[in-house]
């Protein structure tokens, strides 16, 4: 009861951070008027979107996972070398 209480009643607060998006590249054409799916209202600091071969499962196997794998390493590093250069 406390989940669906917390489901119901939980409102997520804008976060003005970096947000990197991954969708798959096959996405149902519904969304073709949002390409940021819904997160635009909730994620209003640097956006960046990456599209990822495969449908929905497919995205996490190979060859297709190393897309995601490696654009969130160098986003990670990104950030690591911003966060320093600020110190």
Not at 17 to 37: C, I, M, Q, V, W
Not at 62 to 87: G, I, W
Request: aromatic share 10%; with cysteine; charged share 25%.
């Amino acid at each position: 009861k406390i989940l669906i209480h917390c489901f119901y009643c939980y409102q997520p607060a804008p976060y003005a951070g970096r947000t990197l998006l991954f969708r798959h590249a096959s996405r149902p054409k519904r969304n073709a008027e949002d390409p940021l799916l819904g997160w635009g209202g909730l994620c209003i600091g640097e956006f960046e979107i990456c599209d990822v071969p495969g449908n929905h499962k497919e995205i996490f196997v190979e060859p297709n996972v190393r897309v995601m794998a490696d654009k969130l390493s160098k986003s990670l590093q990104d950030v690591h070398q911003d966060a320093c250069q600020k110190v």
